[in-house]
């Protein structure tokens, strides 16, 4: 065995306050097979092992190496928030609308974890029926589920709502089937009396105007919504700058040129260029690190 490595492991594992079994799982073997090579009592192919340790610390040391980038309090978080909290204050029913990579889903996580006992997010899947909606609202209330019929489930969702000061948010909402996006608004807003925030892609607007849908009940009651135009100039200087403050404008402008309004893709655009930096052992960015980085991503924007 490598004695030198052994300690190398230990060093990086003690660095980046990581367990044994978090540090195997990622290595690819057992917690077992890990304390047998710390111990020096590993009978099994001790090179292979010691190829995949090696791996695993060059990666982690990169990945620490990086900067992460911080959840900002941008122009549209802000005003996704605001819209949450006149929901949840008022029991009344938002439509947050945004394309993809505009930071809505940033943004509703963020305001359950800062009201993590009177807030429900539900990631919503394609294809997300009434019963699967009824069953997971269920879960994230700690209701049982088990044996229950359908109508005694949704009376104990309701109620459950009804007692507290909660706001259901239901993220990418254009996924909901019909029946599932029109009951949402019976079971949280008329029965449960609760505040419901529908986030999704334009289209989720069309889904619910368009009269072949029926959807005129809920249409009705959606007393905030929001409209959001994407990243702005501004957020993106801030953006970077949490991360290089000393950051110089031509690189942020470089960026801003490839993502334009994606934040998403603007925050993987620094990241890429993190890794690039961490992987040439360099300090400061320039252009053509962002235009590396740049390669490796989709240009939505792309013309």
């Given at each position: 065995?490598?004695q030198q490595?052994?300690?190398?492991?230990?060093t990086?594992?003690?660095?980046?306050?990581?367990?044994?079994?978090?540090?195997a799982?990622?290595?690819g073997?057992?917690?077992a097979?890990?304390?047998?090579?710390?111990?020096?009592?590993y009978?099994?192919?001790?090179?292979k092992?010691?190829?995949?340790?090696?791996?695993?610390?060059?990666?982690?040391e990169?990945?620490?190496?990086?900067?992460?980038?911080?959840?900002?309090?941008?122009e549209?978080?802000?005003?996704?928030?605001?819209?949450?909290e006149?929901?949840?204050?008022?029991?009344?029913?938002?439509?947050?609308?945004?394309?993809?990579?505009?930071?809505?889903?940033?943004?509703?996580k963020?305001?359950e974890?800062h009201?993590?006992r009177?807030?429900?997010?539900?990631?919503?899947?394609?294809?997300?029926?009434?019963?699967?909606?009824?069953?997971?609202?269920?879960?994230?209330?700690?209701?049982?589920?088990?044996?229950q019929?359908?109508?005694?489930?949704?009376?104990?969702?309701?109620?459950?709502?009804?007692d507290?000061?909660?706001?259901?948010?239901?993220?990418?909402?254009?996924y909901?089937?019909?029946?599932?996006?029109?009951?949402?608004?019976?079971?949280?807003?008329?029965?449960g009396?609760?505040?419901?925030?529908?986030?999704?892609?334009?289209?989720?607007r069309?889904?619910?105007?368009?009269?072949?849908?029926?959807?005129?009940?809920?249409?009705?009651?959606?007393g905030?919504?929001?409209?959001?135009?994407?990243?702005?100039?501004?957020?993106?200087?801030?953006?970077?700058?949490?991360?290089?403050?000393d950051?110089?404008?031509?690189?942020?402008?470089?960026?801003?040129?490839?993502?334009?309004?994606?934040i998403?893709?603007?925050?993987?655009?620094?990241?890429?260029?993190?890794?690039?930096l961490?992987?040439?052992?360099?300090?400061?960015?320039?252009?053509?690190?962002?235009?590396?980085?740049?390669?490796?991503?989709i240009?939505?924007?792309?013309?």
């Amino acid at each position: 065995m490598n004695q030198q490595l052994k300690e190398r492991l230990e060093t990086t594992m003690e660095k980046f306050s990581i367990s044994q079994n978090a540090a195997a799982k990622e290595i690819g073997y057992s917690g077992a097979v890990l304390s047998a090579y710390r111990a020096g009592t590993y009978n099994g192919d001790v090179a292979k092992l010691e190829e995949g340790i090696l791996k695993w610390i060059a990666r982690t040391e990169q990945a620490h190496a990086r900067k992460k980038v911080p959840v900002l309090e941008t122009e549209d978080l802000l005003h996704i928030v605001k819209a949450i909290e006149i929901t949840h204050a008022e029991k009344d029913i938002a439509l947050i609308i945004a394309d993809a990579g505009s930071g809505k889903t940033t943004a509703a996580k963020w305001y359950e974890a800062h009201n993590e006992r009177t807030a429900i997010l539900i990631p919503v899947i394609s294809g997300m029926n009434r019963k699967m909606l009824v069953t997971e609202l269920a879960k994230q209330l700690s209701l049982d589920t088990v044996r229950q019929p359908f109508n005694t489930l949704v009376q104990n969702i309701a109620a459950a709502l009804a007692d507290r000061n909660m706001v259901v948010i239901l993220d990418e909402a254009d996924y909901l089937k019909a029946d599932a996006l029109e009951f949402a608004r019976r079971i949280v807003y008329d029965l449960g009396q609760s505040g419901l925030v529908l986030i999704g892609l334009p289209r989720l607007r069309g889904i619910i105007q368009n009269l072949k849908n029926d959807h005129r009940q809920l249409e009705s009651r959606v007393g905030v919504c929001l409209q959001l135009s994407g990243l702005t100039k501004k957020d993106a200087a801030f953006i970077t700058r949490s991360v290089w403050p000393d950051v110089e404008h031509e690189i942020i402008d470089a960026i801003y040129a490839i993502a334009k309004s994606d934040i998403r893709q603007f925050v993987k655009i620094i990241e890429r260029s993190q890794h690039m930096l961490a992987l040439n052992k360099l300090d400061k960015i320039d252009l053509e690190t962002v235009e590396m980085a740049s390669q490796l991503i989709i240009r939505r924007n792309w013309r």
